[in-house]
T-cell receptor, first 109, second 115 residues
Framework: QQQVKQSPQSLIVQKGGISIINCAYE??????FPWYQQFPGKGPALLIA?????SEKKEGRFTISFNKSAKQFSLHIMDSQPGDSATYFC????????FGKGTMLLVSP | GAVVSQHPSRVICKSGTSVKIECRSL??????MFWYRQFPKQSLMLMAT?????????EQGVEKDKFLINHASLTLSTLTVTSAHPEDSSFYIC???????????FGDGTRLSIL
């Protein structure tokens, strides 16, 4: 019940395209769903987060879509740039966070 | 805002040495701090949760006598890897959370290499 499944494992997107990463959770008690971006040798940086009382949240080029009934949420990166190339982790939880396995995103110039 | 500083960034030491890693919240009070371990190209695995002034809560399978955690102030937590061995080599990352907030803010991690 603590698992968070993330897909795809890796993703290649052309510059200017839309990157989409999906996550699914099992524990209905989870009430906080953040996305983190991690560059090699660095700690994860919080990108955007959502709570289950809203279905979508947008901050700049980053959007979270949340489907409570399906227990799924996704990250959309609009107008993807080479500088967005990194590993992205979804997470879910309440007092502690359970992380997905990560998605390596490569944005080609 | 919400800056977390972790030190040192890299440690290389001999087997049997004890290593201390510091995690500081620079611009907020971290009532709760978390310690994670990350293997290459893998996810973050929570090791323990510490609340200021309380004993840490360890995840299943994490040896509390091996990984000593102290959270003596609202801005500082330390992780001491005691009598480290090569299998303890990993990337250790801390995060901190302010009172009443859900967001965890991460440090830049410590690369520990035990020879």
């Amino acid at each position: 019940q603590q698992q968070v499944k993330q897909s795809p494992q890796s993703l290649i997107v052309q510059k200017g395209g839309i990157s989409i990463i999906n996550c699914a959770y099992e524990n209905t008690a989870f009430d906080y769903f953040p996305w983190y971006q991690q560059f090699p040798g660095k700690g994860p940086a919080l990108l955007i987060a959502i709570r289950p009382d809203v279905s979508e949240k947008k901050e700049g080029r980053f959007t979270i879509s949340f489907n409570k009934s399906a227990k799924q949420f996704s990250l959309h990166i609009m107008d993807s740039q080479p500088g967005d190339s990194a590993t992205y982790f979804c997470a879910a939880g309440y007092s502690t966070l359970t992380f997905g396995k990560g998605t390596m995103l490569l944005v080609s110039p | 805002g919400a800056v977390v500083s972790q030190h040192p960034s890299r440690v290389i030491c001999k087997s049997g040495t004890s290593v201390k890693i510091e995690c500081r919240s620079l611009d907020f009070q971290a009532t709760t701090m978390f310690w994670y371990r990350q293997f290459p190209k893998q996810s973050l695995m929570l090791m323990a949760t510490s609340n200021e002034g309380s004993k840490a809560t360890y995840e299943q399978g994490v040896e509390k006598d091996k990984f000593l955690i102290n959270h003596a102030s609202l801005t500082l937590s330390t992780l001491t890897v005691t009598s480290a061995h090569p299998e303890d080599s990993s990337f250790y990352i801390c995060s901190a959370r302010d009172r009443g907030q859900s967001a965890q803010h991460f440090g830049d991690g410590t690369r520990l290499s035990i020879l």
